[in-house]
């Protein structure tokens, strides 16, 4: 759910934080008020075209912010994030930011990391659904129209075993590509694996080689200073007249001295001793070390030769001795592929065969189902669209599908069809495709029904409407209210409303107003209490009379 929306210097809005609810919020208020305004900036943080003539009057930066609450949407969410090198969701908290300046600088951020427009776009659209004048509409795309089909009938297992089907028809292709080459392809490309595997078995690389490698490298290209530095520490320790052992022994004998005189210097004395002895075993271990550095250019040599083997390998094949090998495995099996190219072939060409005959089997039962599915739909949604006011109003969903002679490449992911929902609010005239629908308040209550019945199924959770109104009254407006709350039981819902029937229900009302300060006009919108929603209601009504006021009231009570 959107949880904040912020807002600065946005057309008459100069800094405005809007706090909403779950379930049923909706927003009232004068023409011109401002209401509008809060669909143009979620537009915005959500990746639409910036409009610079927004920027309001005087300022030369706008930005608008938004807080997410994703909950189960999280794990998909953070796939999409990371895929494009984002930070994930903390404590399933999602925070856009988009901001734009009049010279034309455009940012913005997705959890606080610098962002493309399209990384923004595609985060929104699994968000925030705004059904009205305006674009981010997803239900008017055929592939989202699809998808809704299948969520209605419970068909995405059907359509994910199509797809897995087609993926793996599209690894056999590729790797028939692969082998069907020329002769002269062929040749060079049996000449340049063969090297390849040659080289790299040759030189029979161990895992983490390089690294022990350049560790034996530096110490030994080293060892006469590191033999210098040995011998230098052993003559402060013991080899020098001022040495620290000669000094140590020296203090020994004055601390001796000390405790003769002073018993309660004891400890003194022992220190000295666990300080002489760890100079002991320093002095030891040095030894020991410098015994084992050795002067062995030969070694050297041979250790400068393999790292340049291994520096060599990994330009060509890959960033590490793993990567080299790894594209040993892979050149390797292409090889072998190779030299066995007509058995391949034959192969790879009868599993095509038998993918595309499940193919077909699997699309055309999934083709069925559909079909079987799509009269249900539209019986749902023209019960749905006879309570909006469509009493003779035609729905229907169009499907095409492939034929058997359509080209295999012609099919998708989703299967062998197409979907088109169709729309005529008029007895005697044609259903048309949604997106062609003039009339934004028809769409809008269009979009309502479809909502209403793919609430459960639909996944995403914010849902903005507005104008869904528009040329509606009496006991219809009173349905489309009661269809806001229908939905906003499993979904958050947003409406920009000027019925008092609509505005009702909500759990959380919200009133923009025009205010003059300072000279200057600004737009607030505040979350109304009970007896300001009942202003607002009679305000909508007609007036602030008793019987407004009291008919305000009435739209209030439960049930």
């Not at 023209?382 to 058997?404: C, W």
């Amino acid at each position: 759910m959107l949880t904040t929306l912020r807002i600065k210097n946005l057309a008459l809005v100069a800094d405005l934080t809007v706090q909403f609810q779950p379930g049923y919020n909706v927003i009232t208020g004068e023409t011109g008020a401002g209401k509008s305004m809060l669909i143009g900036a979620l537009n915005l943080v959500l990746g639409e075209r910036a409009d610079r003539s927004l920027i309001r009057s005087g300022c030369d930066t706008c930005s608008v912010e938004a807080v997410f609450e994703v909950g189960a949407l999280a794990p998909a969410l953070n796939r999409l994030l990371e895929d494009n090198g984002l930070e994930p969701c903390e404590d399933r908290q999602l925070l856009l930011k988009r901001s734009f300046t009049a010279g034309g600088a455009n940012r913005q951020f997705i959890n606080g990391s610098p962002a493309s427009l399209n990384a923004l776009r595609a985060v929104g659209e699994g968000l925030v659904d705004i059904h009205g004048p305006h674009e981010h509409q997803s239900l008017l795309h055929p592939a989202r129209q699809l998808a809704i089909l299948d969520a209605f009938g419970k068909l995405e297992e059907d359509r994910e075993a199509f797809g897995a089907l087609l993926r793996r028809r599209q690894e056999v292709e590729t790797a028939k590509a692969e082998l069907v080459v020329d002769e002269k392809t062929y040749a060079r490309q049996l000449d340049l694996l063969r090297f390849q595997v040659a080289e790299i078995a040759g030189a029979r690389l161990q895992a983490g080689e390089d690294e022990q490698l350049e560790a034996e490298h530096r110490r030994a290209s080293n060892a006469a200073r590191l033999l210098q530095l040995s011998q230098a520490g052993l003559d402060l320790l013991s080899n020098e007249e001022n040495s620290l052992q000669v000094q140590a022994g020296a203090l020994g004998r004055t601390l001796q001295e000390l405790c003769r005189l002073d018993a309660t210097a004891a400890p003194l004395a022992e220190l000295h001793e666990q300080a002489a002895a760890a100079l002991g075993e320093l002095q030891t271990a040095l030894s020991h070390y410098a015994d084992k550095v050795e002067l062995d250019p030969a070694r050297l040599q041979e250790l400068e030769e393999r790292l340049n083997l291994i520096h060599s390998l990994k330009r060509k094949y890959g960033a590490s001795v793993a990567e080299v090998l790894a594209f040993g495995e892979e050149a390797a099996r292409k090889l072998r592929s190779l030299e066995q190219r007509d058995a391949e072939l034959a192969r790879l060409n009868a599993e095509l065969e038998q993918l595309q005959a499940q193919l077909w089997k699997a699309g055309q039962a999934l083709s069925k189902r559909r079909r079987q599915v799509i009269p249900q739909l539209t019986r749902a949604v023209s019960r749905q669209l006879a309570d909006l006011g469509f009493k003779q109003s035609r729905f229907e969903a169009a499907l095409t599908s492939l034929a058997p002679e359509d080209p295999p490449s012609r099919m998708t992911s989703t299967g062998l069809d197409t979907v088109e929902f169709l729309f005529a609010p008029n007895p005697g005239e044609p259903p048309k495709p949604l997106r062609a629908i003039a009339s934004s308040g028809e769409l809008a209550r269009v979009m309502l029904a479809l909502k209403t019945v793919l609430a459960a199924e639909d996944q995403i959770p914010v849902l903005v409407f507005d104008e869904v109104d528009a040329n509606v009254g009496g006991e219809t407006a009173n349905v489309v209210g009661e269809k806001m709350l229908q939905i906003a039981r499993k979904r958050q819902v947003l409406c920009i409303t000027h019925l008092p029937q609509v505005a009702a229900p909500a759990a959380a009302h919200y009133l923009a107003t025009k205010q003059l300060r300072n000279g200057r006009t600004i737009s607030e919108i505040t979350l109304l209490n009970p007896e300001e929603r009942v202003t607002e209601l009679a305000r909508m009504l007609g007036g602030q009379s008793e019987a407004a006021r009291k008919h305000a009231r009435a739209l209030l009570q439960p049930g």
